[in-house]
């Protein structure tokens, strides 16, 4: 498995723009698919978005399209999740995940590791 750090949660303005970052150790970081999920209290984990171990497909959620981006840098062992006017509606505790798989997975069960999440609110 591989241990995974979130950061780069917090307040911001709705349509405003914020970067989480999610630092993986581990020697074969580039053998896994990574995932963004987000979770309310109470609430189911939700996927957001996955890109695949090259980077070069991703996968998500119909509410990401258009305004979150998936980005990996193989060398530095980090993901992005690039959110890009916000809403309210995104508040949530962002969490990353690994899979080990070739393709870009969308259901929770497929995912081996998580991140411990990371805080993002969205309000004026």
């Known amino acids: 498995q591989v241990h995974l750090v979130e950061s780069g949660g917090g307040l911001v303005q709705p349509v405003a723009s914020l970067r989480l970052s999610c630092a993986a150790s581990?020697?074969?970081?580039?053998?896994?698919?990574l995932g963004w999920f987000r979770q309310a209290p109470g609430k189911a984990r939700e996927f957001v978005g996955t890109?695949?171990?090259?980077?070069?497909?991703?996968s998500y959620a119909r509410s990401a399209h258009g305004r979150f981006d998936i980005s990996r840098d193989n060398a530095k062992k980090t993901v992005y999740l690039q959110m890009d006017n916000m809403k309210s509606e995104n508040t949530d505790v962002y969490y990353c995940?690994?899979?080990?798989?070739?393709?870009?997975?969308?259901?929770?069960?497929?995912?081996?590791?998580w991140g411990q999440g990371t805080q993002v609110s969205v309000s004026s």
């Open positions: 995940t690994a899979a080990n798989s070739t393709g870009t997975p969308v259901g929770v069960v497929e995912f081996s590791s």
């Open positions: 581990g020697s074969t970081f580039s053998t896994y698919a």
């Open positions: 890109i695949s171990r090259s980077g070069f497909t991703t």
